[in-house]
């Protein structure tokens, strides 16, 4: 599929993915594919960063790859890493055929064949389809250094293999970096991305993105779904739930064939929603009930 020509053919892409998003996402994502410039999104957990990639894959048509960061992820892991096991095989093989010709087996040791490509690499390859979707999950589990080496990765879309050399892409790949602000990255990475914050959807959108991800649940529960989530959001909790949590809980309120919002039902599914025990021991008691009564009092006609 070519890329969308404007801002609202964006938001109809996506939506074509059950993806459902403001007209101040669909700008930025726009200006990236039209600038070829990497995407930088920030947010809480759980509300939607990861998956704008994998519905621009599918929109497109195009590979995802994607990198899960960690703590402790270096270049070589996130590039490529050499076959180790089938070197040492091809060098005992070598030897046992007196194979002495050290500079063609190292030549051999070290070439395509024995090369593993990690997700940046394989970013840098030629595809039929067109450039690859390049998913950066989570850099902020990373550290500086991997930051650093990222800045000439997307700078110039290109990585440098010592024993190969230096691999450009044909293509720039799509770039999205994602981000739970668990720490700052660094100012010179982000000044390489068009920046986007992912905040929690308004009710009407939640309703939407609910509709659009769990078709089978009837408005009304959606709405005392939605309700009760957002007024669990302003609530002093360690981990808000966010959209995908959302979700799930629709998807568990369905199998249990429910059909409205009970104190009793949810005490019974808080952990679809909130992933903490000590968040769950706040709503134990009367408090899942005054949250229920609020939200069911939000949905009342002024």
């Given at each position: 599929m070519?890329?969308?020509?404007s801002?609202?053919?964006?938001?109809?892409?996506?939506?074509?993915?059950?993806?459902?998003?403001g007209?101040?996402?669909?700008?930025?994502?726009?200006l990236?594919?039209?600038?070829?410039?990497?995407?930088?999104?920030e947010?809480?957990?759980?509300?939607?960063?990861?998956?704008?990639a994998?519905?621009?894959?599918a929109?497109l048509?195009?590979?995802?790859?994607?990198?899960?960061?960690?703590?402790?992820?270096d270049?070589?892991?996130?590039v490529?890493e050499?076959?180790?096991?089938?070197?040492?095989?091809?060098?005992?093989?070598?030897?046992?055929?007196?194979?002495?010709?050290?500079?063609?087996?190292?030549?051999?040791l070290?070439?395509?064949?024995y090369?593993?490509?990690r997700?940046?690499?394989?970013?840098?390859?030629?595809?039929?389809?067109?450039?690859?979707?390049?998913l950066?999950?989570e850099?902020?589990?990373?550290?500086?250094?991997?930051?650093?080496?990222?800045?000439?990765a997307?700078?110039?879309?290109?990585?440098?293999i010592?024993e190969?050399?230096?691999?450009?892409?044909?293509?720039?790949?799509?770039?999205?970096l994602?981000?739970n602000?668990t720490?700052?990255?660094h100012?010179?990475?982000?000044?390489?991305c068009?920046?986007?914050?992912?905040?929690?959807?308004?009710?009407?959108?939640?309703?939407?993105?609910?509709q659009?991800r769990?078709?089978?649940?009837?408005g009304?529960?959606?709405?005392?779904?939605?309700?009760?989530v957002q007024?669990?959001?302003?609530?002093?909790?360690?981990?808000?739930?966010?959209?995908?949590?959302?979700?799930?809980?629709a998807?568990?309120?369905?199998?249990?064939?429910?059909?409205?919002?009970?104190?009793?039902?949810?005490?019974?599914?808080?952990?679809?929603i909130?992933?903490?025990?000590?968040?769950?021991?706040k709503?134990?008691?009367?408090e899942a009930?005054?949250?229920?009564?609020?939200?069911k009092?939000?949905?009342?006609?002024?």
């Amino acid at each position: 599929m070519a890329q969308p020509q404007s801002i609202d053919a964006v938001q109809e892409m996506l939506a074509d993915q059950n993806y459902v998003c403001g007209r101040a996402l669909a700008t930025v994502v726009f200006l990236s594919l039209k600038l070829g410039r990497p995407l930088f999104l920030e947010g809480e957990a759980g509300v939607g960063k990861t998956e704008i990639a994998k519905a621009l894959s599918a929109a497109l048509g195009r590979r995802l790859i994607r990198l899960q960061c960690y703590e402790g992820l270096d270049a070589s892991s996130a590039v490529y890493e050499w076959n180790f096991p089938a070197q040492m095989v091809a060098i005992r093989t070598a030897e046992a055929a007196g194979n002495a010709d050290r500079e063609m087996l190292q030549d051999e040791l070290f070439g395509p064949d024995y090369l593993i490509e990690r997700p940046l690499l394989q970013a840098m390859r030629p595809d039929a389809n067109g450039a690859p979707v390049l998913l950066i999950d989570e850099l902020d589990r990373t550290d500086e250094p991997f930051e650093a080496f990222l800045l000439e990765a997307l700078s110039d879309f290109q990585v440098t293999i010592p024993e190969l050399g230096t691999i450009k892409a044909p293509e720039p790949p799509i770039v999205i970096l994602t981000s739970n602000r668990t720490r700052e990255v660094h100012d010179a990475l982000k000044r390489r991305c068009l920046y986007h914050w992912v905040d929690y959807p308004g009710f009407d959108r939640e309703i939407d993105i609910l509709q659009a991800r769990a078709p089978e649940a009837s408005g009304a529960l959606s709405r005392e779904i939605v309700a009760f989530v957002q007024k669990l959001r302003t609530e002093d909790l360690f981990k808000k739930p966010g959209v995908a949590e959302t979700i799930d809980w629709a998807k568990c309120l369905l199998a249990l064939d429910v059909i409205n919002l009970s104190p009793e039902v949810i005490a019974d599914t808080l952990g679809a929603i909130l992933k903490y025990q000590d968040d769950i021991a706040k709503l134990q008691g009367s408090e899942a009930k005054r949250l229920l009564d609020e939200a069911k009092a939000s949905l009342e006609p002024a």
